[in-house]
T-cell receptor, first 116, second 112 residues
Framework: EAEVAQSPRYKITEKSQAVAFWCDPISGHATLYWYRQILGQGPELLVQFQDESVVDDSQLPKDRFSAERLKGVDSTLKIQPAELGDSAMYLC??????????????FGPGTRLTVL | AQSVTQLDSQVPVFEEAPVELRCNYSSSVSVYLFWYVQYPNQGLQLLLKYLSGSTLVKGINGFEAEFNKSQTSFHLRKPSVHISDTAEYFCAVMGGGNMLTFGGGTRLMVKP
């Protein structure tokens, strides 16, 4: 069964360092999402891509976060510099959009980031 | 704009007992509702979804949910829980652009 792949699964870094997370969506899924999930809370959308284009990044802290999906397939989320408050689970999801305009999102296993 | 409220942050229950996890939503557009389950240090897995049609939706692992438009609710139920159902459960509403808005989650703790 096709799955969304993410790496690394765990990342520990010191504040002010740069970190990067990678996501490979299910083959053929044009829409890709990055979520941040703080411990004890629900996921919050950071950025949504349609193919290689950003559809929504209104919740992405653009002073330190960046996301790209250069060829419309896999994607990278970067944080530079990392802050203590960035400690969270970062989830990637992908979906096909049905003709109705909606589609089920499939989630990867996530990357748990700890900033010391 | 959409929002989701999960009324209980934790629900303890004994094994083989029934359980209900409550979810209320608000949405200014057509309502599409989802329940996801998350096991420790894992991603989210879809339990069930309501898109249209019958208001009683059946999902995986014996779970079901009922969409109630007048009460703006989408409560999740299971008639008999197992230890393996211990997890975090998230209710979500889908708005424009296929964007999900999640509730804060309910931790289901099944005790032997």
């Amino acid at each position: 069964e096709a799955e969304v792949a993410q790496s690394p699964r765990y990342k520990i870094t010191e504040k002010s360092q740069a970190v990067a997370f990678w996501c490979d969506p299910i083959s053929g899924h044009a829409t890709l999402y990055w979520y941040r999930q703080i411990l004890g809370q629900g996921p919050e959308l950071l950025v949504q891509f349609q193919d290689e284009s950003v559809v929504d990044d209104s919740q992405l802290p653009k002073d330190r976060f960046s996301a790209e999906r250069l060829k419309g397939v896999d994607s990278t989320l970067k944080i530079q510099p990392a802050e203590l408050g960035d400690s969270a689970m970062y989830l990637c999801a992908s979906s096909l959009i049905w003709t109705s305009g909606i589609g089920e999102q499939f989630f990867g296993p996530g990357t748990r980031l700890t900033v010391l | 704009a959409q929002s989701v409220t999960q009324l209980d942050s934790q629900v303890p229950v004994f094994e083989e007992a029934p359980v209900e996890l409550r979810c209320n939503y608000s949405s200014s557009v057509s309502v599409y509702l989802f329940w996801y389950v998350q096991y420790p240090n894992q991603g989210l897995q879809l339990l069930l979804k309501y898109l249209s049609g019958s208001t009683l939706v059946k999902g995986i692992n014996g779970f079901e949910a009922e969409f109630n438009k007048s009460q703006t609710s989408f409560h999740l139920r299971k008639p008999s829980v197992h230890i393996s159902d211990t997890a975090e459960y998230f209710c979500a509403v889908m708005g424009g652009g296929n964007m999900l808005t999640f509730g804060g989650g309910t931790r289901l703790m099944v005790k032997p």
